[in-house]
């Protein structure tokens, strides 16, 4: 499968920390590479894979999974690819970050929880884990206590609460720091509040 790739911030061969960026539904690598700039990131490499008709699977996350295969399938495999890359390039899972919006927030999640190590930090903005429910025969490894953070609203139209509970509570289980915020009535998007807690809980440390 190749994956569109499109980088940003500090060249990979020269950069000690990367963040790997996961647009969202109809949006693309753009969109989401646009949010780095309220990021603290000035010192990271910038990953952002481009999925083919600005998709990761055709429908709801909350889908059955077959139905969204086989999309789904692929969408995991081009971010392993990322990954791998990534580490290529001399940069330790402890140092390659994710961040998502929506689709692209499930997408994050998803992947690192089936793959969970000690990574710098996952950011979804907007998300859970992806399947008509949480499938906990999935999700293998320890997270070691990576700094999750998740951002949503109640309601969202797309994403509802009680999945990104069930996510956290898994995620937890597999070893992780997860910090959850719920918005009242903040619709599907992205807030300053949202950025402000990556920043704080994820980008900041050193």
């Known amino acids: 499968m190749n994956t569109e790739i499109l980088t ?5 061969n020269e950069a000690k920390k990367a963040l790997i960026m996961i647009h969202g539904r ?6 989401i590479l646009s949010i780095a700039k309220h990021l603290k990131v000035d010192d990271f490499a910038l ?5 083919e008709n600005r998709t990761w699977y055709p429908y709801s996350f909350l889908a ?11 969408s995991l495999e081009a971010i392993h690819q990322v990954v791998v890359a990534i580490q290529q390039n001399g940069i330790e899972k402890e140092n390659i970050y994710f961040l998502g919006f929506s689709q692209g ?6 992947f690192t929880a089936r793959n969970a190590a000690k990574y710098g930090g996952v950011v979804a903005f907007t998300g859970g884990l992806i399947g008509d429910k949480v499938y906990e025969n999935h999700y293998t490894g320890n997270f070691e206590n990576t700094p999750i953070f998740i951002g949503t609203s109640d309601p969202d139209f797309h994403v509802p609460v009680e999945r990104v509970n069930e996510s956290e509570a898994l995620l937890q289980k597999l070893g992780a720091d997860v910090t959850k915020k719920i918005y009242p009535n903040m619709g599907h998007t992205i807030s300053q509040d949202e ?5 704080a809980l994820i980008f900041n440390k050193k």
Not at 8 to 12: R, V, Y
Not at 26 to 31: I, L, P, R, Y
Not at 47 to 51: E, K, L
Request: contains cysteine.
């Open 8 to 12: 940003d911030g500090i060249p990979l």
């Open 26 to 31: 109809g949006a693309g690598a753009h969109d």
């Open 47 to 51: 990953v952002a894979p481009q999925a």
């Open 64 to 74: 059955p999974l077959n139905e969204n295969e086989p999309s789904f399938s692929k």
């Open 105 to 110: 927030a499930c997408l994050a999640l998803e």
């Open 195 to 199: 950025v402000d807690c990556a920043n």
